[in-house]
């Protein structure tokens, strides 16, 4: 088994003012919400899943994303709820949200 | 199949003057190297391999550090030499690298 159960990876990218990308469209927004979850639902113990950032994830067209590993899931969000969903139901049950997948 | 067939992740994480960390240890400069290694053999079409930076991985005592996915394979390296063959076997061939990995 890999060293985490589950990794998700937010592009947070920025480009040149007025380029839209992950980072503007809410990225890096919703990495920060994403970490704050999980860490206050793995308070007790060591973590099984790690919230990171990453550079341009190469779907901007997609825009927010991020992915999921080990499935190789790739989710766009508009907001919180969203958030709570891929985190709730994927990266702690492990069940795919289908209607976020892109 | 997910959207790549195999995704490296680079620790580049900085800290405060002073402290090792990834980057420092050269995870940055070897991300580079493996960025434009990965691009002039994928250089004919649609690349199956993606290269990225990614925050802090939470492996600091084994840095520098990258994770392959889908795999979960974790390696440490020291140089050039070392990337060549993390990109040679692992990333175009499938093979991981035992004796880099962490």
Same mark, same amino acid.
């Given at each position: 088994m890999s060293f985490y159960e589950r990794h998700i990876f937010f592009c947070v990218n920025e480009r040149d003012e007025g380029q839209m990308c992950c980072n503007a469209s809410g990225g890096g927004k919703m990495l920060n919400y994403a970490k704050d979850k999980i860490k206050a639902l793995q308070a007790? #113990?060591?973590?099984k899943v790690r919230v990171n950032k990453a550079g341009c994830l190469g779907r901007c067209d997609k825009g927010p994303v991020a992915v999921v590993y080990p499935e190789g899931v790739w989710y766009s969000f508009v907001d919180e709820e969203d958030i709570d969903e891929i985190v709730d139901s994927?990266?702690?049950? #492990?069940?795919?949200?289908e209607r976020l997948k892109v």
């Open positions: 007790d #113990g060591p973590g994927h990266l702690i049950k #492990g069940e795919v949200v």
